[in-house]
């Protein structure tokens, strides 16, 4: 079914965009199907896209789900921050992290964080501690693999040992003149992408269609998390939720749906 034009819908110069885990899903698990039936009322208003951090499968997983196709559903789909871009279905140019980075720095990079992986205190340890995606890579002490559960086990314990913050400042340090920032997403994981490649970049990709108003809804708003830019850019109006529930709510008086 071929979407309708934007200039067809009653806010068709209206884009809403929406971070995924907390937002959209609970962190890492799939969509309700409340929430589905929320976002495709308002694409008969609005235009609308996510915004994740995570890769698109993973981002699939969450958002294809109860029979329906993420990309019937989304008039943009951006994942891993908007370096790997979709719009109605069709790939929007992407950029690479180990180009900017280069082979050699890279690999000096990933060295330094297994060392240092290898020997911090966590209260487990799984599997994929250095994930490799196109636009960033993604850290976790106790592995990517881990469940949701221990994921946040190891975020109370986090808080009190402060292990991301520790490390990022150690990163920091060694690679001062790299270009490169830091942002905690998940509960157990961070990110390392190029500076200015963090939500913001979404917003080169829709540019050129000059809309009035874009919103943006997202939980991690605060300095330091992966909402942060995106919520706080001038191009922007911004919304906090605590859950997907908030943002069900948030929508339905903001939207009239
Ligand atoms: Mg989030």
Redesign the pocket.
Same mark, same amino acid.
């Given at each position: 079914m071929s979407p309708v034009p934007f200039a067809d819908r009653p806010l068709g110069s209206t884009l809403v965009l929406f971070?995924?885990?907390?937002?959209l899903t609970p962190t890492r698990q799939p969509a309700g199907t409340e929430i589905l039936a929320v976002l495709k009322a308002l694409r008969e208003k609005a235009v609308i896209g996510f915004v994740g951090g995570s890769d698109l499968p993973k981002i699939t997983e969450q958002l294809a789900v109860h029979g329906q196709n993420m990309y019937d559903n989304f008039d943009y789909c951006f994942a891993e921050n908007g370096l790997v871009a979709y719009k109605w279905g069709e790939a929007l140019e992407a950029q690479a992290f180990i180009r900017f980075l280069g082979e050699e720095k890279y690999k000096k990079l990933v060295k330094f964080l297994l060392h240092y992986l290898a020997d911090v205190e966590v209260p487990v340890r799984r599997g994929t501690f250095v994930e490799f995606r196109t636009g960033m890579i993604n850290v976790s002490p106790v592995g990517g693999n881990a469940t949701p559960k221990e994921r946040l086990n190891f975020e109370a314990y986090d808080k009190v040992h402060k292990v991301r913050e520790t490390l990022i400042e150690a990163l920091k340090n060694e690679f001062p003149d790299w270009g490169l920032t830091y942002s905690i $997403?998940g509960p157990a994981s961070f990110d390392i992408y190029p500076v200015g490649w963090d939500k913001t970049f979404a917003l080169r990709h829709v540019e050129k269609e000059n809309f009035v108003d874009i919103h943006f809804f $997202?939980?991690?708003t605060y300095p330091g998390g992966?909402?942060f830019q995106l919520f706080h850019h001038p191009r922007t109006i911004g919304h906090t939720v605590t859950s997907p529930e908030d943002t069900i709510g948030q929508l339905k008086a903001l939207f009239d749906l």
């Open positions: 971070d995924v885990d907390e937002t $997403g $997202g939980d991690r992966n909402d």
